[in-house]
């Protein structure tokens, strides 16, 4: 596998899996804010009418999710990737330093579901696709906070620094590796097609 490069396409997609959008952003301010509220991670799970950002098979998984925005759906049996949906949870206001710096990134662009997600050392997210009709109109993104991570999507690999803000290819299959000596924490996030 091999560091990927991207080119944006005329239709707002990109041609390849990741694209490393930017190193080096301070998130010193995040991490304290994270630090100062360690009471909303997993908060989201007991909120009535949302499903989490990392949809189903949540509970096999050893991740942990601090969701700011979440998906919602108006029946129990709806799937949150085929709802439009989007409500902001009771954490959304603690976080308001992640916000500034994406805010500054996209050029204010609208944020839908977003949180943070965390992944103890040596363990991994397999390979997946992000299913549903919500993704078709929404790139995603990744604002790494915490720890070293391996991240693939297609053929495609990266290790990825706190700092790092990268966009990939959510339609393709893509996983996770912690490959640092600490819980790793990044930011996953969505924008919408033409506004990034
Ligand atoms: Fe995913």
């Not at 041609?15 to 930017?22: A, M, P, V």
């Not at 790793?184 to 969505?190: E, K, Q």
Request: net charge neutral; proline share 4%.
């Amino acid at each position: 596998m091999s560091t990927s490069t991207t080119t944006p396409m005329m239709d707002g997609g990109y041609d390849q899996s990741i694209k490393i959008l930017k190193t080096g952003i301070k998130v010193k301010k995040v991490i304290d804010q994270l630090k100062k509220y360690p009471g909303d991670w997993d908060h989201q799970k007991n909120l009535e009418g949302s499903q989490s950002l990392v949809d189903r098979g949540f509970a096999d998984l050893p991740v942990s999710a601090l969701q700011l925005i979440i998906g919602g759906v108006k029946h129990k049996d709806e799937f949150v990737g085929d709802s439009e949906i989007n409500i902001k949870t009771p954490a959304y206001a603690h976080h308001s330093e992640i916000r500034k710096i994406i805010r500054k990134q996209f050029k204010n662009a609208d944020i839908h579901r977003c949180g943070f997600l965390s992944l103890p050392v040596d363990e991994i997210v397999g390979a997946h696709i992000d299913e549903g009709t919500y993704y078709l109109s929404r790139n995603r993104y990744h604002l790494s906070i915490l720890g070293r991570y391996q991240y693939f999507c297609g053929c495609h690999s990266v290790i990825v620094e706190p700092g790092t803000l990268l966009w990939f290819n959510n339609k393709l299959p893509h996983g996770t590796v912690n490959v640092g000596d600490e819980t790793r924490i990044t930011f996953v996030f969505d924008i919408p097609h033409g506004q990034s």
